[in-house]
């Protein structure tokens, strides 16, 4: 069962469709490291079915401080500097009570 935190739903879609493998292997890379921090206990990458460059992240964090901290690590600041994707959609939540 899933207990409170900060939870983000993020959709990403590639800017450079000539670039959709690359994005995807360094988004796979990220969520591997992201998911060593402190405070992150989800942090999971789908794609869509039918769109090679369109992708979810769903991430579970401890609190807003964790989500805030993720920002600042370098194996964040490295995808980002990369610059492959764009944010489609973005949703933060918490279980409802």
Known sequence: ??????YVTAELK???ISKA????LALIELCSETLKEDGCTIFEL???????????LW???EDEDA??????????KKYLAN??????QFFKTNIAS
């Open 83 to 88: 610059d492959f994707t764009d944010i489609v």
């Open 14 to 16: 590639v800017k450079d």
């Open 1 to 6: 069962m899933f207990t409170s935190g900060c």
């Open 59 to 61: 991430e579970r964090f």
């Open 21 to 24: 493998k690359e994005a995807k």
């Open 46 to 56: 789908h794609q869509f079915d039918e769109d090679e460059t369109r992708f979810l």
């Open 67 to 76: 989500f805030s901290l993720h920002f600042e690590l370098d194996h964040t």
